[in-house]
């Protein structure tokens, strides 16, 4: 469906044109959305930064997300986290182990500036592709909080389930591709390698 990342971004570049000079903030959830934010910016004439969020593991299956934490500690568990095995005393050291590495991240990729400041902007939260959503749904409820002037959620693909709960805190959602079959989000693409810290940090530079 998508060669790689920068061809994502330019489609979803294309479905945001609207936004196009009118300065949006574009929101990467690390690490895989970074490099497409700065493209998306690129193209619409707008800033671009990240949003800290983390998924909270499943202690079975630690690529299966529980629910997801924010940088203010707000957290999102899922209907399904008990019987993923997941009690109480579990999910408080998950999400005290989240907020420590989004504090290191946060320290590692802006270390010389507050992030940018989403307060009346228009805000566009963007990531790779979504699964369970709900590393999204955190970095949309904790930038609620903040006062965006419009909170925009776009990825290039998402099953149409997810897309659902995410709509719900948006005042706009764009998705290019919502397959009904949706195993993974490297399925969507050709190329798919994975970004590192450093290409996420020498990023945030430029």
């Not at 529980?66 to 579990?90: R, V």
């Not at 706009?172 to 390698?193: D, K, L, N, S």
Request: proline share 7%; hydrophobic share 40%.
């Amino acid at each position: 469906m998508f060669n790689d990342r920068n061809e994502a971004a330019l489609q979803l570049a294309e479905e945001l044109k609207a936004y196009k000079d009118k300065n949006p903030l574009i929101l990467a959830i690390p690490r895989g959305a970074v490099p497409m934010a700065k493209t998306i910016a690129q193209k619409l004439h707008g800033e671009y930064d990240v949003v800290l969020v983390r998924k909270l593991r499943s202690p079975f299956n630690p690529e299966f997300a529980i629910g997801s934490i924010d940088e203010s500690g707000w957290a999102y568990i899922a209907d399904y986290a008990a019987s993923a095995g997941a009690d109480n005393d579990y999910i408080e050291a998950e999400k005290h182990a989240q907020l420590e590495t989004i504090r290191r991240r946060r320290a590692q990729y802006t270390p010389i500036r507050p992030p940018i400041n989403p307060e009346g902007r228009i805000v566009i939260v963007i990531d790779d592709g979504l699964a369970t959503g709900a590393t999204m749904i955190a970095a949309l409820h904790g930038l609620r909080n903040r006062k965006p002037a419009k909170l925009i959620c776009a990825v290039p693909v998402a099953p149409p389930d997810t897309l659902k709960k995410v709509t719900a805190l948006t005042d706009e959602t764009f998705c290019v591709e919502a397959p009904e079959y949706f195993q993974a989000v490297g399925q969507f693409y050709v190329h798919f390698p994975q970004v590192e810290d450093e290409e996420v940090i020498e990023t945030l530079k430029t």
